[in-house]
């Protein structure tokens, strides 16, 4: 935060702080300054109206008030100029721009000028003028005053026109940055709800969607962090999704961290409220230890249909400026914005998803009603050609042919129940986890393994079974595959095992590079533990 200069307020008639009045006035005020000038010396009068027409035509606010600064520390012969921005609040210096060196001491109230900048009527800061040297005014026009280092009627009346063109200035600076800045957040905001329905070419959706609003929310807000934060099962709020400048070190203890569920700030969030901190490390509504990295802050609720789905956090770093209070409501609204994205893209997503498993679906069904049943019908031709053949090499041949077919048709079998998975979050049960095992040992193997199913494998193994079954069949391919160059995986779960209980059979065959089978390996579990 900046300082105010170190002088006195002026108390003379030429501290012009007090001054208020309409657009009107100041108007009017400008025209008897002006008119003054007439009257008096006019050596400075152009160099005041080049000053305001280069004011006037820059819509840069940092440049129009060095600019003033140095026009009016060159107008008055000041050694010393500064222009002081208050805060949103009028309590305090939001900025300070000078110009040259102050001069050593405390001036008293003669010597200091001050003369306020207003925009649209409201105080925006002053003009602060010290450090005239004895003789830099000889102004016949100010009398007594002259050649003793004070201020004189004519320099008083020369800031006065200057801090009217600055007001104007500013006004338009001020609603071009607005604008400027609404845009940006517009444009921010329509990203984010493209990149969303768009979706990410790999990896979890939710989580893309998530790190898109916190990348883009940190950025607009020009933050040194952007988190997005879900609920919890305990009422807790947990940061799911983070975008962050800071060491790896914050980010590593940010992620994952949470806002406890007795916190006043998460009960204001989840009223659907903002939350609002200009020094989050020591506002006394956080009690989360996240809250010391970091200094202003917005927490803003994610809220779609009157429901709060999470909170988007855009922090800054402790001693960063102060969010203003129109970040603060295009902070809000993007919030919104990004909630809404988030809804719209998850229906998307599922519309998506939904064709995906129809056509699956209508897949399986022609796999079913179609192949299967020409396949079984052709089996079924060359059965009876089997009986009827005469040759004992052709019964043979046939009936491998009919094994094949039987094999062929479990194998189409499997991938029908394959097709017929559920969505890819879900855990994957038993059977996609064994088609994974056999997919992984394809290369050792040189072929795809064969892998055919017995009754409902899903529905029946239980968890803790399911895993060793996993695993076994992960071991017998291995061990297959350092003998054989095929296998044949058969997991059965209709089996009654020796002991009475129900249970899951696996039986793995290999075959050889010269066709003959390797002995079974045999692995049996019940089924529940």
């Excluded at 222009?83 to 210096?93: P, T």
Aim: glycine share 10%.
């Amino acid at each position: 935060m900046p300082h105010a200069p170190p002088f006195p307020e002026p108390a003379d008639p030429h501290d012009a702080a007090g001054a208020e009045g309409s657009a009107a006035e100041l108007a009017e005020r400008t025209a008897q300054s002006l008119r003054h000038l007439a009257g008096g010396p006019l050596s400075r009068l152009p160099q005041l109206l080049e000053a305001m027409v280069a004011i006037g035509s820059d819509l840069d606010v940092h440049r129009v008030l060095h600019r003033i600064a140095e026009t009016a520390a060159s107008l008055t012969g000041a050694r010393y100029a500064a222009v002081e921005v208050l805060d949103e609040d009028g309590d305090g210096l939001r900025d300070l721009i000078t110009h040259g060196s102050p001069p050593e001491g405390r001036p008293t109230a003669p010597f200091t000028l001050r003369v306020p900048i207003k925009v649209r009527g409201e105080l925006f800061g002053s003009v602060f003028l010290a450090g005239k040297p004895d003789g830099a005014a000889a102004d016949p026009a100010v009398g007594s005053g002259a050649g003793s280092g004070r201020f004189g009627e004519v320099d008083l009346h020369l800031v006065r026109v200057l801090a009217t063109e600055a007001g104007i200035a500013m006004g338009n600076a001020r609603m071009h940055a607005a604008a400027r800045q609404r845009r940006r957040w517009i444009d921010g905001a329509a990203s984010v709800t493209t990149a969303l329905l768009a979706g990410p070419e790999t990896g979890s959706a939710k989580e893309h969607a998530l790190t898109v609003v916190a990348e883009k929310g940190r950025e607009l807000a020009e933050a040194a962090t952007g988190a997005v934060l879900l609920p919890q099962s305990d009422g807790a709020m947990e940061v799911v999704a983070i975008s962050t400048v800071l060491p790896e070190a914050v980010r590593t203890e940010t992620y994952g961290g949470t806002i406890p569920a007795a916190s006043p700030v998460l009960h204001q969030i989840s009223a659907g409220l903002a939350v609002f901190s200009d020094d989050f490390a020591g506002d006394p509504r956080s009690i989360s230890p996240l809250s010391r990295h970091y200094g202003p802050t917005m927490l803003l609720p994610l809220r779609s249909g009157g429901r709060v789905l999470g909170a988007l956090a855009l922090c800054r770093a402790s001693g960063g400026p102060r969010f203003t209070h129109l970040e603060r409501t295009l902070g809000t609204q993007f919030a919104s914005q990004a909630a809404l994205a988030l809804v719209l893209a998850d229906r998307h997503r599922d519309r998506e998803r939904l064709a995906v498993y129809e056509d699956r679906d209508r897949i399986a069904r022609d796999l079913h009603d179609l192949v299967i049943q020409r396949l079984f019908a052709t089996g079924m031709l060359l059965e009876s050609a089997q009986r009827t053949a005469v040759l004992p090499e052709v019964k043979e041949g046939v009936g491998e042919a009919v094994d094949e077919l039987d094999a062929t048709i479990q194998e189409i079998r499997t991938a029908i129940i394959a097709l017929q998975q559920g969505p890819p979050e879900a855990p994957a049960g038993p059977r996609t986890r064994i088609l994974r095992e056999a997919g992984a040992a394809t290369v050792a193997l040189g072929h795809r393994p064969s892998v055919q199913f017995v009754g409902p494998v899903d529905a029946r193994v239980g968890p803790e079974c399911a895993r060793a079954l996993v695993a076994a069949v992960g071991r017998a391919l291995t061990e297959v595959a350092r003998t054989a160059a095929a296998a044949r995986v058969v997991v059965d779960a209709t089996v009654t095992l020796a002991d009475g209980q129900e249970g899951v059979r696996l039986t793995v065959t290999g075959e050889g590079g010269d066709g003959d089978p390797t002995a079974p390996m045999v692995w049996e579990r019940p089924l529940q533990p």
